[in-house]
């Protein structure tokens, strides 16, 4: 609530993740982000292990998150192995 100057009220937190794959090229490109009311909050970078904060209210979270090691590497291993891994398996299904 202080990072956001708010008092109460109604707000919505959004996350959206998963993967893209080029068959042409077998490029795969992953993805994490997080909303807050409509609104970029933080990203994961998959290629710099790093988390990106568009906002200040989002610099403290990205400074916990950055110092979590193992978390970040099981999230850039799901967004680069599994996810990727599912999604050929289910556009084999048709």
């Known amino acids: ?3 956001f100057n708010q008092t109460g009220g ?3 937190v959004q996350r959206i ?4 794959w080029d ?3 077998n490029e795969v490109h992953g993805f994490d982000q997080h909303g807050y ?3 970029d909050f933080i990203s994961f970078d998959v290629k710099t292990e790093t988390f990106i904060a568009p906002k ?4 403290i979270t990205k400074h916990k998150w950055d110092i979590k090691k193992a978390e970040i590497t099981l999230r ?3 967004l680069t192995q599994i996810c990727p891994e599912w999604l ?3 556009l084999n299904y048709g």
């Open 23 to 25: 068959d042409e090229t």
């Open 56 to 59: 200040q209210e989002a610099v």
């Open 10 to 12: 109604v707000h919505i």
């Open 1 to 3: 609530k202080q990072r």
């Open 88 to 90: 050929k398996k289910y």
């Open 37 to 39: 009311d409509g609104e």
């Open 76 to 78: 850039k291993n799901y």
């Open 17 to 20: 993740y998963g993967c893209e």
